[in-house]
């Protein structure tokens, strides 16, 4: 069989989507399977099943997946050791002296080390922060660090020395003994090269947890991947990967499939960036599990440094994506007379009890049953029927406690779920400088277009748009991926004293080091690589970065006045103190892929109704529009419901949309009074 399918495929906590193109890319197909978590190899196998594939068709599958973020969150990790400087093995301990709760005096103060105390090693040697060696490493005491943690039983080791980015000699000679008696070995100079103790030894040491697991999934999908059909993960910094690299920096896969999602934004929000009249928006990707946001400025996708996953700070470059824990299969409960949504939920297995497998709480998706916002009786795909009977037996106990209607309970769901959202938001726009009113706010996701508008009210968005093919979006993401390498190093250049050869020279090295690794990987053509660099820089004496996109690296005046003008405009002020480069960011990426543009075949405008519950207009009864059957045209006013086969668009009362050229639903949000104003 010819291989000419090029395949996306996201697996979710609770759905894995799939979207497939051939080479034309005029076919397009799209399905969505419920999750496999105890073997996502068979997952993959099956989503590919659903859109009537096998592996042997496919030229080139795209994975995205939240294995690794999941395994963090749920502390799934292997035995590993940790070895560092002599005398900063409690550097994991002390963290940054901050409380993640400040006001929960029951909770502790901050998650447990990673790594316990047995299975921390101090090493003898000492770099100096230029990267001058104060205590050399000798062989004798590298082979007695080695011996140490093989008689540990450690199944991986990270190394973290101090000032390893400036001078990473001593831990690649650890790395050369270690390989001998551990199997699995992280080093910091590779895995974080930056400043930043804690945050550089969190990272390396979460590398080497969770590497078994990526490695061993890795070599399943190598069992079962045909010879002809290759094989790429989409990673968090926004593009694809080789499974060489995922396998020695696997928290490349953290937040591997939102990440889709928001790349997938990008492109979409710089396609009709006339229409939209701003190359701003905000991205609002709400699954089964969990509701993720990104800002998209300039037309790309933001990334950040400065990360948590779980309880625990990591620094590498990621897409900058606020993640809660409000999805549809959320579960929600009454605490002290209030409602509370999330973080727990009921995942894939059994999921909400409107899927009838077994769910005995709460959920949003029951909630939205309720409510008229999912059809009662609906079958989704080939999988599930959607049982109203089950989610008012759930949501009934919560009703009786609060003393209102079952409906009156749902309704108080959503709204909880809206307000978490809505702070969400505000994290990444305000934080950023940016005024979230004048963004677009694109829906995607199995639940997104369902809850968007209301999230837009109340955040006081005028525009949401809910992309073709929205319920797969992150597995779109992934079948539009190019390939993709980043790195962010530690310069620590001041401006007094700037030496623009050394800065010059290291961004080139990187720029030279990641398109060796692309060309590798993919074969492309130097010619046909694009470069992004970004530099970070502070005041004198601060402990967080600007970031400047193409900086003038030959040019300090240039580059200084850039940067007094980036700092004015996001704290209101700037000054004439000396600053300094703190860290040099590049991407090296391959060719662009073609856009993939499903063709809708239209069907019969059939309409039905239904009665839904509306925060505005309370109960009323509701045209109900396949979204297959909607030609581009005219603004229609609301309410409606429009559906696919996967996912639900809710248009309240007030608001009007349309289709466009490409498919995309666009709702204009009707504003409250006092709503999102100034």
Not at 8 to 27: L, M, P
Not at 159 to 173: D, F, K, Q, S
Not at 274 to 300: H, I, P, S
């Amino acid at each position: 069989m010819d291989a000419v399918w090029r395949v996306g495929i996201d697996i979710g906590g609770t759905f894995t989507d799939v979207v497939a193109t051939d080479r034309s890319g005029g076919n397009v197909r799209s399905a969505k399977v419920p999750s496999v978590p105890g073997d996502p190899v068979s997952g993959l196998i099956s989503a590919l099943a659903a859109v009537d594939l096998t592996w042997d068709a496919v030229a080139e599958l795209v994975h995205g997946t939240t294995m690794v973020t999941n395994d963090i969150v749920e502390s799934r990790f292997s035995k590993t050791a940790l070895v560092a400087t002599e005398g900063f093995t409690d550097t994991l301990d002390i963290g940054r002296m901050s409380r993640d709760n400040l006001y929960r005096l029951d909770l502790l103060p901050k998650a447990p080390a990673l790594v316990p105390d047995g299975l921390r090693f101090s090493v003898a040697e000492r770099m100096l922060h230029d990267g001058s060696v104060d205590l050399a490493l000798t062989e004798t005491e590298a082979d007695r660090v080695a011996e140490a943690v093989a008689a540990s039983g450690a199944e991986a080791v990270a190394v973290c020395l101090l000032h390893a980015y400036r001078n990473p000699a001593h831990e690649i000679l650890l790395g050369e003994r270690l390989r001998r008696v551990v199997p699995r070995v992280a080093l910091s100079h590779r895995i974080s090269p930056e400043q930043r103790e804690y945050e550089r030894m969190n990272t390396t040491v979460l590398s080497a947890a969770v590497m078994r697991r990526v490695q061993d999934y890795l070599g399943r999908i190598g069992e079962r991947r045909p010879a002809g059909s290759r094989f790429h993960f989409f990673h968090s910094a926004g593009g694809m990967a080789a499974i060489d690299a995922v396998a020695d920096h696997p928290l490349m896969l953290a937040m591997s499939g939102p990440a889709a999602g928001v790349a997938a934004s990008a492109r979409i929000a710089a396609e009709i960036r006339d229409e939209l009249g701003t190359d701003q928006a905000l991205t609002f990707d709400m699954g089964g599990t969990t509701t993720d946001v990104c800002l998209v400025a300039d037309g790309a996708a933001q990334v950040r440094s400065d990360h948590r996953l779980g309880r625990y700070r990591i620094r590498l470059p990621i897409l900058a994506v606020e993640s809660i824990g409000a999805g549809g299969g959320s579960i929600a409960r009454l605490d002290s007379g209030a409602v509370l949504v999330g973080p727990q939920s009921a995942g894939a297995d059994p999921g909400p009890a409107c899927y009838g497998r077994g769910g005995t709480q709460a959920t949003v998706s029951d909630a939205d049953l309720i409510l008229g916002y999912l059809e009662p009786g609906r079958r989704l795909g080939n999988a599930l029927t959607l049982d109203l009977a089950k989610a008012e037996a759930v949501v009934r106990p919560i009703a009786e406690s609060a003393g209102v209607s079952v409906e009156e309970a749902a309704l108080g769901i959503a709204r909880v779920t809206h307000a978490n959202m809505v702070r969400a938001l505000r994290r990444i726009t305000v934080e950023r400088g940016v005024d979230g009113r004048t963004c677009p706010l694109i829906a995607f996701g199995g639940a997104g277009p369902m809850h968007a508008v209301e999230v837009a009210r109340a955040y006081g968005i005028r525009r949401v748009v809910v992309p073709a093919l929205s319920s797969g979006f992150s597995a779109l993401g992934c079948v539009a991926a190019r390939m993709r390498y980043g790195r962010q190093q530690t310069v620590g250049m001041a401006s007094e004293i700037w030496d623009a050869a050394a800065a010059c020279a290291a961004r080139d090295a990187l720029i030279d080091e990641l398109s060796a690794d692309l060309r590798s990987a993919e074969g492309a053509e130097a010619t046909a690589l694009s470069v992004e660099v970004i530099a970070s820089l502070r005041y004198r004496g601060q402990s967080d970065s600007l970031e400047i996109a193409d900086p003038t690296l030959d040019d300090v005046e240039a580059l200084g006045a850039a940067f007094r003008a980036r700092h004015d405009a996001l704290y209101g002020f700037s000054t004439d103190e000396p600053w300094e480069l703190a860290a040099l960011r590049v991407a090296v990426s391959g060719p662009e892929q073609p856009s993939v543009t499903p063709t809708v075949e239209r069907r019969a405008a059939a309409e039905g109704r239904r009665r839904c519950v509306f925060e505005e207009g309370g109960a009323m009864d509701v045209v109900c529009l396949n979204r297959d059957a909607l030609a581009p045209g005219d603004w229609r006013q609301g309410p409606a419901i429009v559906e696919d086969d996967w996912s639900t668009i809710v248009v309240p009362p007030r608001e009007r949309y349309r289709v466009d050229g490409y498919g995309h639903i666009h709702i204009e949000v009707a504003q409250v009074e006092g709503v999102g104003e100034a």
